[in-house]
């Protein structure tokens, strides 16, 4: 063991280009103890473990050359919040969740400090901290009468205690050093908690050290490569483009309540459910039948909080044919797209998208009055979103 531990030090100083100098110091020992170690001649006090571990961003478990054991460890923390909280879906509200979401916090919370800086488990642990505090506490809010945007309530949401604790986490994610795709998601969801906490020079100052739109993995990668290969990401540019402008969209109207209530409004979301029906010509639009079936069904929504039951019918209708068609793709293997924007996409296979949430169409059917919803009931078409 003293040679394992020995070596790996000597291993993880190099891999950061720190002497035995510098690691003494920082550990309160002398270049000769550290010299004794990595040539086999001594072992360190097991109350200096941690701090080694520390130093070099690594967990125990590492450090000791457990890392099959660690890794799976992780994969299994992962595995298992994953599947609790995508079963959940996105819809928040007080009293939404159930009680293994709390269960899932306090492991993924133990996971972070067993795991200090492994990202994927601070994001996770993160996201569940959100979601329980939009259960427990939800947010508060009220429309503004000179602009017609829904502003929050921030001084209440301030308060909410896993919200205050899930932005620790995600300034804890940033300074340490997680991956490109871990960094985004941290930023994002960071600026978003910012916003909603009443931290908005926090949320624009981090804002602005972004790059711009300009400077994404797809734009940049359609310009980077040649035949098939540029022609795959220029599928995938335009898809990228179109799922942020849906999501940038979509977040404007349901911001504004005018707008939301607007015939504009209204016009805007089929504007934008045309786009994709164009780009997939033909019908077989892959997971973003996902995304059409929610603009759809936040269609539907508007028309039966305006009465207006035809068209309330009418979009969910529509919305529950692209969840069922979206249903079918989650579990088929070898899913081409075959549209010609996109016929360069890579295919799906199974286990690739997320499926639906359990207790989708519960949540959904919730919002409908009483009056749409039973004639949603009488529909014999409609009966799964029942059971």
């Excluded at 898809?239 to 707008?259: E, P, Q, R």
């Excluded at 519960?362 to 009931?377: A, F, G, M, N, W």
Aim: hydrophobic share 35%; with cysteine; charged share 25%.
């Amino acid at each position: 063991m003293q040679i394992l531990i020995g070596n790996k030090i000597r291993e993880l100083r190099h891999r950061d280009g720190r002497k035995q100098e510098d690691l003494a110091d920082a550990l309160g020992v002398t270049c000769q103890a550290v010299s004794r170690w990595e040539a086999a001649g001594g072992y360190p006090d097991l109350e200096i473990i941690p701090a080694i571990a520390n130093y070099f961003h690594i967990s125990i478990d590492e450090l000791f050359g457990y890392n099959s054991d660690r890794d799976e460890r992780i994969k299994s923390i992962l595995e298992r919040a994953t599947k609790i909280l995508t079963n959940q879906g996105f819809k928040m509200y007080t009293g939404s969740l159930p009680q293994e979401v709390e269960d899932c916090v306090n492991m993924l919370r133990a996971a972070s400090e067993e795991f200090p800086n492994e990202s994927k488990i601070l994001l996770k642990f993160a996201q569940s901290l959100t979601m329980w505090g939009w259960n427990k506490y939800g947010a508060k809010g009220s429309v503004d009468d000179e602009s017609g945007m829904f502003m929050e309530d921030t001084e209440y949401c301030s308060q909410n205690v896993f919200w205050q604790e899930a932005v620790r986490v995600y300034e804890r994610i940033l300074k340490s050093e997680p991956s490109a795709d871990d960094r985004e998601t941290a930023i994002y969801q960071l600026t978003v908690l910012y916003c909603r906490m009443g931290e908005h020079e926090k949320a624009k100052a981090l804002a602005n050290e972004q790059n711009s739109l300009i400077i994404c993995k797809e734009k940049l990668l359609s310009a980077a490569t040649v035949g098939a290969e540029k022609a795959r990401y220029q599928s995938e540019e335009i898809m990228a483009l179109l799922s942020w402008l849906d999501f940038a969209v979509s977040h404007a109207i349901a911001s504004n309540f005018k707008l939301s209530a607007s015939e504009y409004g209204k016009q805007v979301m089929l504007s934008l459910i045309n786009v994709y029906e164009i780009i997939f010509i033909d019908g077989k639009c892959g997971k973003y039948h996902w995304n059409i079936a929610y603009l759809y069904l936040t269609l539907s929504h508007k028309a039966s909080e305006g009465d207006d039951r035809k068209n309330a019918l009418f979009y969910f209708d529509k919305g529950f044919e692209h969840c069922k068609e979206y249903k079918r793709i989650c579990n088929e293997g070898n899913y081409k797209y075959t549209a010609p924007l996109v016929s360069n996409l890579e295919s799906l296979n199974t286990g690739d998208l997320a499926p639906m949430e359990q207790g989708f169409w519960k949540k959904e059917l919730k919002l409908y009055p009483q009056s749409i919803l039973d004639e949603i009931r009488k529909n014999t078409k409609y009966a799964e979103c029942f059971e």
